[in-house]
């Protein structure tokens, strides 16, 4: 099984700045299978970014994805409080996983 | 509109069994894998299984395997998840979702309650 691993676990930013968010995995993931979503509070997740770096329909373009093999980054550009949520890589090949998560805050 | 509208909250108690459901509307069922995702109280994300509505075929994460059952009726459009006996650590929501570039459908949750 492919363990991922988000780090920060939470990271506290202040509007207008830029949060990144990293998801290393424990062997090499394809890059067609990795996404990011977003859950807000009470909330089901959504689909932020799949294969790496295509954005879902009506996600902002602040939000971008990059990376291969073991390491795979979400950047968001310009925060603003409705960003408030927690992000879960997740590599969906042939036993899927989900990262930990990293909760994201406005100070 | 494409949808997974999952059933309404359960109370059961240890040992009990438990059937719940998400019927999928605005496309073609069984042209794509639904998924079940398990979420503890405060916790992430946990991938249980995944069903093909098409080849009836199911698969299972090691963690949950034994434990539940993923089944789909193609004709009512719906998949299910299911246990035999649960027990007090199977408290959570669960989410089914639609497989397709990642998760991109997510039906609202079911909270199950497994309590004496």
């Known amino acids: 099984e492919i363990v991922l691993t988000q780090s920060p676990d939470t990271l506290s930013l202040s509007p207008g700045e830029t949060a990144t968010l990293s998801c290393r995995a424990s062997q090499s993931v394809s890059s067609i299978f990795l996404v990011w979503y977003q859950q807000k509070f009470g909330q089901a997740p959504r689909v932020l970014i799949y294969?790496?770096?295509n954005r879902a329909k009506g996600v902002p373009d602040r939000f971008s994805g990059s990376g291969s093999g073991t390491t795979f980054t979400l950047t968001i550009n310009r925060l603003e409080p409705e960003d408030c949520a927690v992000y879960y890589c997740q590599q969906y090949g042939t036993s899927p996983t989900f990262g930990q998560g990293t909760k994201v805050d406005l100070k | 509109e494409v949808q997974l509208v999952q059933s309404g909250a359960e109370v059961k108690k240890p040992g009990e069994s438990l059937r719940i459901s998400c019927e999928g509307s605005?496309?073609?069922?069984?042209?794509?894998?639904v998924a079940w995702v398990r979420q503890l109280p405060g916790k992430g994300l946990e991938w249980m299984g995944r069903i093909d509505p098409k080849q009836s075929e199911s698969r299972y994460s090691p963690s949950f395997e034994g434990r539940i059952t993923i089944s789909a009726d193609k004709s009512m459009k719906t998949a299910y998840l299911q246990w035999d006996s649960l027990v007090a650590s199977d408290t959570a929501t669960y989410y089914c979702a639609r497989r397709s570039t990642g998760l991109d459908v997510w039906g609202q949750g079911t909270t199950v309650i497994v309590s004496s």
């Open positions: 294969g790496t770096h």
């Open positions: 605005g496309y073609s069922f069984n042209d794509y894998w």
